[in-house]
């Protein structure tokens, strides 16, 4: 299966599945990566592992609608079977999502329902919660909104601060990104209301 991988980081989920992709038994090949932003470590990441990139940034368009279109049509150029946004810290917008209905994919670093947005390592150390961990989801119309593939969970530690948390969170993370993304590549899933199988 064809992956366009979005970054808008460091990109070390990215570089996990990379890494994963270099077994020729790894059923998914990394075959884009795209950016919102010019100096995304992930699109040096993927120059030195011989992946083409793309940079669409919202500045140079005139408005969402416009930016949005512009990304879609970037990723659609090398045709993936799967759009992976791996800390991708943009809203796709709905006329990108309904253009690759349920072939986009979103790892975020808490456990779903609880602490969608941009902060949710952040959101979850300041409630208390003393487990948070990582989703793996599809990706609807909403932030952080759509039908759950994977989870894994991350005990909080009382000495913790949101970096070493989010530390952890990611070594659980990169590893639950590679293994569904390999299943979905392989078997592709069935979505009915809101659950996911993967046969
Ligand atoms: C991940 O924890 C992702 O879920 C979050 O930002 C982090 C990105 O890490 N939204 P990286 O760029 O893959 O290293």
Redesign the pocket.
Known sequence: ARLVVL??????????LLDAATDPRFPAEVVAVGADVPD???LERAAGADVPTFVVEPSAYADRAAWTDALADAVAAHEPDWVVC????RILGAAFVQRFAGRIV????ALLPSFPG?H??RDAMAYGVKVTG?TVHLVDEGVDTGPILAQASVAVRADDDEPSL?ER??TV??ELLVETVAALAAHGCTVTGRKVTIP
């Open positions: 970054v808008s980081g460091s990109g070390s989920n990215l570089q996990a995304a470590y992930g791996a800390g991708f810290m979103n790892t975020h670093p941009a949710g390592v990582c989010h969170i990611k993370e990169r």
